[in-house]
């Protein structure tokens, strides 16, 4: 497919991303994890860097990256290496961040995600182990800076993409994607407020046919809203720019919500300016085969594979087992309802849809929806059997939703919601419709349909909307021809 262009410039995005790994300590030291906790509470000697110390590996830290690379088909390095990547900052106690470069345990793989109904795939580079450096305080003290180093030394997977991605729309896309998989495989709680799931996007635009262009990285973007608005106002920019006759230069840029623009922090330093060098106070990673086979064991079912299932299985379309398969909740609330009543596909429609609807407008997760899989499976073998219209279902959802009672066929007797089916009853009522509309039938048999649309209108009313319609269309059309 065509990239999209924006004034004749194509759109060149790749993401870094940092996702904090879900262990109970840091990844070289004993230190425990949390948030919120007094400044400097939660270190210890090694995480302030004091003479003396060395770095000890976190296994659960490893066994976590082992997951990622078996969730997204990458590459599981049997022998990787730590590196020091220098720089000096005041919340880097060390002077020095250790990290993996030359040879990072997860290498290759790919996402793939659905953008409307186009399947996309965005190829990986890496995935390395690193350390995160502290915080710097700037609020806290007047005409000063203070150093928190609770975080410091907190175990980090940074996810890097190839340069694949051609719009924002798709770059969110792919960030809501791989959220997804590290929250589904419980390596990361991914909580962007907290800063445990943080994206940085390198951003650059080109002509069709050039060179990519030169990129700027913005950093830390720590929601989906933000990245959204972020990025949008980068390739505005640096069009303008291009256009004005300036040259882009490589920097790195923080955005800011209050005013929707991002600015330069600081030049972008190349791989170079860090001058790696392998950390000598830890040995090469091994990992060997059957660690990788203990830990496949153990994996949940992935996302693809539960959507693969589901079209195999249930006979869904592609859109629909992808859409279903967002969290590990909403596939299992799927399949319980899909089971209980027979009818998949109106299960995915009434899941996508009014479900869906109500759990983003009250900002809830399916696991809090009011309505249980039981209670819809049982609203849809209703419409199913004919028993109710659809415009009765939604009153009969909108009940069980507002706690208005649990039981789908008490609130369809409760509220007098039961189709009319009997055929000589609603033969009465169309013949008596017949007879009061002269004019509307002789319309229809001149061969204007919309008069049948009002025949079929006075059935619905003179029944208060309780006629079946496909019965009425049925027979209305049976005595008019």
Not at 56 to 69: D, F, K, P, S, T
Not at 270 to 276: C, G, H, L, N, T
Request: aromatic share 8%.
């Amino acid at each position: 497919m065509t990239a999209k262009l924006i004034h004749g410039y194509e759109v060149v995005i790749g993401f870094e991303t940092h996702a904090q790994l879900a262990t109970r300590s840091k990844i070289f030291s004993r230190a425990p994890i949390g948030f919120g906790a007094a400044p400097n509470t939660l270190t210890s000697a090694l995480d302030c860097a004091l003479p003396g110390t060395l770095p000890v590996m976190n296994r659960q830290a490893v066994e976590h990256a082992i997951r990622l690379g078996l969730a997204l088909g990458s590459h599981i390095a049997p022998r990787s290496i730590f590196a020091r990547k220098n720089y000096f900052y005041p919340d880097l106690p060390k002077g020095y961040q250790i990290s993996q470069f030359e040879i990072p345990v997860v290498q290759g793989g790919e996402v793939s995600f659905f953008l409307g109904d186009e399947k996309k795939t965005v190829r990986l580079v890496r995935a390395h182990l690193e350390e995160d450096a502290g915080k710097s305080v700037h609020d806290h003290f007047d005409g000063a800076t203070g150093i928190d180093l609770n975080r410091a030394g907190t175990p980090l997977l940074e996810i890097v993409t190839e340069p694949d991605i051609r719009s924002t729309e798709e770059a969110v896309a792919y960030a809501r994607e791989l959220h997804k998989i590290v929250t589904w495989i419980g390596i990361c709680d991914g909580n962007m407020q907290e800063g445990n799931f943080r994206c940085d996007a390198n951003v650059s635009v080109r002509r069709p046919g050039q060179p990519l262009g030169t990129r700027r990285e913005i950093k830390n973007l720590n929601s989906f809203r933000n990245m959204q608005i972020a990025i949008d106002y980068e390739i505005r920019w640096q069009i303008e720019q291009l256009e004005d006759g300036h040259a882009i230069e490589q920097a790195t840029v923080l955005f800011n919500p209050d005013t929707g623009e991002t600015r330069a922090m600081r030049t972008k330093e190349d791989s170079a300016d860090y001058r790696y060098f392998p950390d000598p106070d830890l040995p090469p990673l091994v990992i060997a085969p059957e660690w990788v086979e203990q830990v496949r064991a153990s994996m949940p079912e992935l996302p693809r594979h539960m959507a693969a299932r589901f079209v195999k299985d249930y006979g869904l379309p592609e859109y629909d087992a992808t859409t279903l398969t967002q969290s590990q909740a909403m596939g299992a609330y799927f399949e319980a309802a899909a089971k209980a009543c027979g009818q998949p596909k109106l299960v995915s429609n009434w899941v996508m849809g009014e479900i869906s609807r109500r759990l983003n407008n009250e900002e809830i997760g399916i696991e809090a929806a009011p309505v249980k899989p039981q209670q819809l499976a049982a609203l849809i073998a209703r419409i199913h059997d004919g028993t109710i219209s659809n415009n009765a279902a939604k009153q009969v959802f909108e009940a069980l939703w507002r706690g208005e009672g649990s039981d789908v066929d008490a609130i369809i007797e409760a509220k007098g919601l039961k189709q009319m089916n009997d055929t000589g009853a609603l033969e009465a009522i169309i013949d008596e419709v017949i007879a009061n509309n002269a004019a509307n039938v002789e319309q229809y048999k001149a061969g204007k349909e919309k008069a049948f649309n009002a025949l079929v209108g006075q059935v619905m009313k003179t029944t208060k909307g309780k006629a079946n319609p496909a019965q009425v269309n049925a027979l209305l059309k049976a005595k008019l021809s």
